[in-house]
């Protein structure tokens, strides 16, 4: 699992049905039971540095085009 990323991972949250890890230049989801990787949630990003998410929203510190971002990505009903 995980295996996307081709460098360290700077950022990983957890819970029973998903992943969200950032690392390189994205944002990444994964589901938890099968192993396998969903989607980029966000991509073309410098770094990522810090992620928390509940059942409804994502927040992501990112940097792209060296400027600092939250970004907020509503999961609604797709996980």
Same mark, same amino acid.
């Given at each position: ?5 081709? /460098? ?21 989801? @994964? ?6 990787? !969903?989607?980029?949630?966000?991509? /073309?990003?410098?770094?990522? @540095? ?11 510190? !990112? ?17």
């Amino acid at each position: 699992m995980l295996r996307q990323h081709t /460098n360290a991972i700077t950022c990983f949250q957890h819970d029973g049905t998903k992943i969200v890890s950032g690392a390189d230049t994205t944002l990444k989801l @994964w589901d938890v039971r099968s192993g396998l990787f !969903v989607r980029d949630l966000l991509a /073309n990003l410098n770094s990522v @540095w810090q992620v928390r998410f509940d059942q409804r929203r994502c927040v992501a510190a !990112v940097n792209r085009n060296d400027v600092t971002y939250f970004e907020v990505m509503d999961f609604g009903s797709d996980i």
